[in-house]
């Protein structure tokens, strides 16, 4: 009853996208509030150190909350199996057709629900709880990583470049290939143009930071 294929990746390119777009967004709200004027190295420094403690924190958030959303979907799984093994042939014919995707339950016809709900009578009884699996425990870890590292590479240039504003050219020019690149990987998941969602998601991304910014994020 899953809608998971058994093949599935740890984290799909939609999840990794929104990740390392919203650790874009948090590290260019840090970046983009610094002072090219009056910021000193240590203001530089409180910003790097913001950075990361911010993005390491949301990291950890969202992976627990990506754990929440396996466990909660795992469940569902286990609830829908339940239904169509135990509920009389017409309703447990109607809990297989919801639980599979609009399109193929289109095509499907009363006997061919039965087929189904007869192959799942012969599985053995399913567990009383719903367990994260060892991918659900990777993927809240990719999760994390992907938010904090995503950091790393907008902070480099305040780490080896003595001037602010060069330091503050090259960071943004690194976060607009890197929210290009993001925009790719999405499009993969979307079936459209690689290099139009990356254009989309570079102008995407300028506005939720100059929202977040303007909101006091």
């Keep these: 009853m899953s809608s998971r294929t058994p093949s599935r990746r740890i984290l799909e ?5 929104a990740e390392i777009l919203f650790a874009l967004i948090m590290t260019l709200t840090f970046t983009g509030t610094l002072s090219v004027v009056d910021a000193g190295r240590d203001d ?8 990361l403690g911010c993005n390491l924190a949301w990291g950890i958030i969202d992976g627990i909350i990506h754990l929440m959303d396996r466990h909660s979907e795992l469940s569902g799984n286990l609830l829908a199996l339940r239904e169509a093994r135990n509920a009389d042939a017409a309703t447990a014919r109607a809990r297989i057709a919801d639980a599979l995707p609009p399109v193929v339950a289109s095509v499907l016809q009363d006997a061919e629900l039965e087929t189904i ?4 009578s012969t599985l053995p009884e399913p567990p009383r709880h719903a367990r994260l699996a060892r991918r659900d425990w990777l993927g809240a ?3 994390c990583l992907l938010v904090f590292t995503t950091t790393f590479p907008l902070a480099v240039p305040f780490l080896f470049m003595q001037h602010l504003v060069p330091a503050m050219r090259v960071s943004n020019a690194v976060a607009l290939v890197l929210l290009f690149l993001t925009g790719v990987v999405y499009a993969r998941s979307v079936n459209r143009p690689a290099w139009r969602v990356g254009t989309w998601m570079v102008i995407l991304g300028c506005v939720l930071v100059a929202l977040t910014i303007a909101l006091g994020g």
Excluded: D
């Design 117 to 120: 709900r007869q192959r799942l």
């Design 13 to 17: 390119p939609s999840e990794r996208a």
């Design 141 to 143: 870890l990719g999760v």
């Design 44 to 51: 530089v420094r409180a910003m790097l150190i913001g950075a």
